[in-house]
């Protein structure tokens, strides 16, 4: 769960923050003091100071059911640190091509060694598909992903990070509440404070869970009575087997992704992961797995994904994708999770697209963003980012246009509409 997931709404051609670089380090012996609070981030507080802030979360701790030993033992590392906030209002977000994305983070070495993790803990992951339906690949695609199987944790004070982030305005709320499941993990014997090492934003563990969800869905896989997600791989497997199938509705023995070929007369207007079709009804529009063999002639549920539009790598995405998306709404990450998964499960690598994808350069990302709010849409964001709601906006532009409806801006959808001359097409000419 990429710390990103919390601050930027989905995106389709951003690269995320990437696990931390450094090694899993021990804290300093002594907690560094804390920094001067910044004013304006009281200003949701009704003015209050920090340490009557902390005052009123370590009520609202005891009152969820954490010990008084347990607040003590944590009060000297629950400090203000300005850096973590300002890290979180300065994340850089930066266009890349998904093919670019997926080619470094899903590389043949993160596949062999999730090969090579199952078969090191073959027992783990076999009791943890039997118990939660989740394959082994899966959980080791997310396993490389967040932290190259325990190689890149972070290396920041958790209740440092929480607690700044609690105090400022962005997401108050929500840091308050992992504020407090961290205490709780604590309460619970998992982990002391000083162990709780981690991401910037505050997640913990070889899968980088957030304290909630650590809280909710981290199990003793090992047997020696604590959820320790820093150094029990089987922990690590068990644990995050049990989001997947309990947090993220993970349905058993059910596909997630699979690459396709799609013809060039395929109804592009159906393609979005809002679209359900039976596979046999994509199998109608000429739609076949890569090697030109035909999809099977059922009813199950599935949606053609076009990551870079319709001359980029091709995906059939099932219901279990909605997994992915919710680990982390990035389409790229998403996407990138999944296919790394069916690579470790053995499926081809994905076919280079025949010819070079283009792509809008960032400022005329950003003004074709301008141009989409002024017709009416809202963007989120106008940030050069290509997200869920300016992908919403870009095909619908595209229809009203005639253009082939596949989510992706082109030079020839900008120039349209800096003409401003869109006339409204029927949706069955769309193609």
């Not at 000297?76 to 300065?90: A, K, S, T």
């Not at 301008?370 to 709601?389: E, H, S, T, Y």
Request: glycine residues 8%; proline residues 7%.
């Amino acid at each position: 769960m990429l710390l990103t997931r919390f601050a930027i709404a989905a995106v389709t051609l951003a690269v995320f923050s990437l696990p931390a670089s450094a090694q899993f380090m021990p804290p300093p012996a002594k907690p560094v003091a804390p920094r001067a609070p910044s004013p304006r981030a009281a200003s949701c507080h009704n003015g209050a100071s920090f340490d009557r802030f902390l005052a009123e979360v370590k009520q609202q701790a005891v009152a969820a059911g954490v010990s008084q030993r347990t607040i003590s033992e944590a009060s000297p590392y629950l400090v203000y640190d300005q850096g973590i906030v300002n890290r979180d209002r300065g994340q850089r977000v930066f266009g890349q091509l998904f093919t670019e994305f997926a080619g470094r983070m899903a590389a043949p070495y993160r596949m062999q060694n999730g090969q090579q993790h199952i078969r090191q803990h073959a027992a783990a992951f076999a009791r943890a598909e039997k118990e939660y339906g989740v394959p082994p690949a899966v959980i080791a695609a997310f396993w490389g992903l967040e932290s190259d199987f325990g190689a890149n944790m972070g290396n920041l004070p958790t209740l440092k990070s929480l607690v700044s982030l609690a105090y400022d305005c962005r997401r108050s709320e929500m840091f308050v509440n992992e504020t407090i499941a961290a205490l709780k993990i604590i309460d619970r014997g998992d982990l002391t404070p000083d162990e709780m090492i981690g991401s910037w934003a505050g997640e913990l563990g070889q899968t980088q869970f957030l304290p909630t969800h650590y809280v909710n869905y981290a199990v003793d896989y090992d047997g020696d009575g604590r959820r320790d997600l820093l150094r029990s791989e089987a922990d690590v497997i068990g644990s995050t087997a049990n989001y997947i199938a309990n947090g993220l509705k993970w349905r058993r023995g059910e596909p997630w992704l699979e690459e396709i070929k799609v013809p060039q007369n395929l109804p592009w207007d159906q393609t979005d992961l809002s679209v359900q079709l039976p596979r046999s009804k994509w199998a109608q529009f000429g739609v076949t797995y890569p090697d030109g063999r035909p999809l099977p002639n059922d009813n199950l549920p599935a949606s053609v994904l076009l990551p870079m539009g319709r001359f980029g790598p091709a995906f059939m995405a099932y219901a279990n994708f909605a997994a992915y998306t919710e680990w982390n709404n990035s389409l790229i990450y998403s996407t990138t999770a999944g296919y790394l998964a069916s690579r470790i499960a053995g499926a081809a690598p994905m076919r280079k697209p025949a010819t070079p994808v283009a792509q809008l350069p960032f400022n005329e990302l950003k003004q074709l963003q301008q141009l989409l709010v002024q017709a009416g849409f809202n963007v989120g964001k106008i940030d050069g980012v290509l997200g869920q709601q300016s992908r919403a906006a870009v095909k619908a532009m595209q229809i009203k246009y005639g253009l082939p409806a596949d989510s992706w801006p082109t030079a020839e959808l900008l120039a349209r509409m800096r003409g401003g001359t869109a006339q409204a097409q029927p949706a069955s000419t769309v193609r």
